[in-house]
């Protein structure tokens, strides 16, 4: 696709709210609208660009009328700059977590038409105005409701079912299946306490080796009140990501404007965007393994031209630490029912062979849900320009992939980046 990022930003990601629990009281530190304008404006000055130069908009925000009440979104973008934007044409994308991806994806069609020169991309959530049933009913909501959500089944519980059959499927104990687990949170952790952008981020532990190994988390209470309860077995507190507030946004060129008239340039190189069927119990029988994720990477890879070895970092759906896993192999990162063992070993590892997760992913920098594709491409875009924020990739990173997947295991969207200046 001959279509560019040629600036990103992403903002602070955290519960930016104060509750006085005494008083049922809940203040709004950072508001859904500041978010936007805050990312919106630092992607197009990033960019070197003015608001006057943005020909579109995509915004994408996942369920901003239960978060914050809120719909018609697209609109808001305008008030980033209201006089350089005012008239510009501007729409809202929806796809659970996989929202910004594809607020990304038809900006990038947009531009390869011809119809645009300039275009600005974000995505947006804030979650954290609601309390923990107040979120879980509204991410509910993204499930297949006459069969999940009306019923009581949660995220947590639906990425569990993949977890057991995943289990079941490679005939994984139970400690077995805790130890690979805590180590994919410990990665993340790891990598997130060096981000200072994350929600679990730099400044967040006042011990540094708290959380970090496995050991620690492996060590964690889980009974009673305990601080790594269970909540959909096999998965723990410690597997589940954040509940988080924030926004990410990148402005998409033709590769030749980007070429010829900017500092930096990532090309969007290749794109699969495959959807399987929502309902879990539509997929009976695979749900060990992530098949339309699998189809897109295929996809991105055939049309960048590029083979999984040529990766130098991955940025995966880590929303519960099963799904890394389950990531890792639908890239072809892993064999079936490797992942877990080469994670183990290292090969993730911001030293191994093809380091994930490098920013602390969902787990650690947190999972705004409109936000998170956004927020993959721009920490993506940063690191092959050289402007790492957080732990830097090898040197000379020259090809990425982003894996970013709304619902379970739904609506699946994967990037393949490349550095061309």
């Given at each position: 696709?001959?279509?560019?990022?040629?600036?990103a930003y992403?903002?602070?990601?955290?519960?930016?709210?104060?509750?006085?629990?005494?008083?049922g009281?809940?203040e709004?530190?950072k508001?859904?609208?500041?978010?936007l304008i805050?990312?919106?404006?630092?992607?197009?000055?990033?960019?070197?660009?003015?608001?006057?130069?943005?020909?579109?908009?995509?915004?994408g925000s996942?369920?901003?009328?239960l978060?914050v009440?809120?719909e018609h979104?697209?609109?808001l973008a305008?008030?980033i700059?209201?006089?350089?934007?005012?008239?510009?044409?501007?729409?809202r994308?929806?796809?659970?977590?996989?929202?910004?991806?594809?607020?990304?994806?038809?900006?990038a069609y947009?531009v390869?038409?011809?119809?645009f020169?300039h275009?600005l991309?974000l995505?947006?959530?804030?979650m954290?105005?609601?309390?923990?049933?107040?979120?879980?009913?509204?991410?509910?909501?993204?499930?297949y409701?006459?069969e999940?959500?009306k019923?009581g089944m949660?995220?947590p519980?639906l990425?569990?079912?993949?977890?057991l059959?995943?289990?079941?499927?490679h005939?994984?104990?139970d400690d077995?299946?805790r130890?690979?687990l805590?180590h994919?949170?410990?990665l993340n952790?790891?990598n997130?306490?060096?981000?200072?952008?994350?929600?679990?981020g730099?400044g967040?532990?006042p011990d540094k080796?708290q959380?970090?190994?496995?050991?620690?988390?492996?060590?964690?209470?889980?009974?009673?009140?305990g601080?790594?309860?269970?909540?959909?077995?096999?998965?723990?507190?410690?597997?589940?990501?954040?509940?988080?507030?924030?926004?990410?946004?990148?402005?998409?060129?033709?590769?030749d404007?980007?070429?010829?008239?900017?500092?930096?340039a990532?090309?969007?190189s290749?794109?699969?965007?495959?959807?399987?069927?929502m309902?879990?119990?539509?997929?009976?029988?695979?749900l060990?393994?992530?098949?339309?994720?699998?189809?897109?990477?295929?996809?991105?890879?055939?049309?960048?031209?590029?083979g999984?070895?040529?990766?130098?970092f991955?940025e995966?759906?880590?929303c519960?630490t099963?799904?890394?896993?389950?990531?890792?192999?639908?890239?072809g990162?892993?064999?079936?029912?490797?992942a877990?063992?080469d994670?183990?070993?290292?090969?993730?590892d911001?030293?191994?062979d093809?380091p994930?997760?490098?920013?602390g992913?969902?787990?650690a920098?947190?999972?705004?849900?409109?936000?998170?594709?956004a927020s993959?491409?721009?920490l993506?875009?940063k690191?092959l320009?050289?402007?790492?924020?957080?732990?830097a990739?090898?040197?000379?990173?020259?090809?990425?992939?982003?894996a970013?997947?709304?619902?379970?295991?739904?609506?699946?969207?994967v990037s393949?980046?490349?550095r061309?200046?």
């Open positions: 696709m001959n279509v560019s990022i040629v600036g992403n903002t602070k990601f955290g519960a930016f709210v104060k509750r006085d629990r005494d008083a009281t809940v709004d530190l508001t859904f609208y500041e978010l805050e990312a919106g404006s630092g992607a197009i000055s990033d960019a070197g660009l003015e608001a006057k130069d943005i020909d579109a908009i995509w915004v996942c369920s901003p009328s978060f009440n809120q979104v697209g609109p305008l008030e700059d209201p006089e350089g934007l005012l008239f510009k044409p501007t729409t994308t929806e796809g659970a977590c996989a929202t910004s991806s594809l607020a990304i994806y038809n900006a947009a390869a038409s011809g119809r020169k275009v991309a995505g947006v959530e804030k954290s105005l609601l309390n923990t049933p107040g979120v879980t009913h509204a991410l509910s909501c993204c499930s409701w006459p999940e959500g019923h949660t995220f519980g990425f569990a079912e993949l977890g059959a995943y289990q079941q499927k005939k994984l104990t077995q299946l130890v690979m805590a994919v949170s410990a952790y790891r997130g306490i060096q981000n200072p952008l994350a929600h679990f730099a967040s532990l080796n959380l970090v190994t496995a050991e620690a988390i492996l060590n964690l209470p889980d009974e009673g009140k601080s790594n309860p269970m909540i959909a077995p096999p998965l723990r507190l410690h597997d589940c990501s954040l509940i988080t507030d924030g926004a990410a946004a990148v402005v998409l060129t033709s590769s404007n980007a070429k010829s008239n900017f500092k930096h990532v090309e969007l290749g794109v699969g965007h495959t959807t399987d069927r309902m879990l119990n539509g997929r009976k029988g695979r060990h393994e992530l098949q339309a994720t699998r189809r897109a990477v295929e996809l991105a890879c055939t049309e960048a031209g590029i999984v070895a040529d990766l130098d991955a995966v759906h880590d519960f099963i799904n890394e896993l389950l990531c890792a192999e639908a890239i990162l892993s064999e079936p029912g490797r877990g063992f994670l183990m070993e290292g090969k993730f911001p030293e191994g093809c994930i997760n490098l920013s992913g969902l787990k920098k947190g999972h705004p849900v409109g936000a998170t594709g993959m491409h721009a993506a875009y690191q320009t050289g402007q790492p924020i957080g732990i990739a090898k040197e000379n990173a020259e090809i990425a992939m982003t970013n997947i709304g619902g379970s295991g739904v609506t699946n969207c393949v980046l490349r061309i200046q």
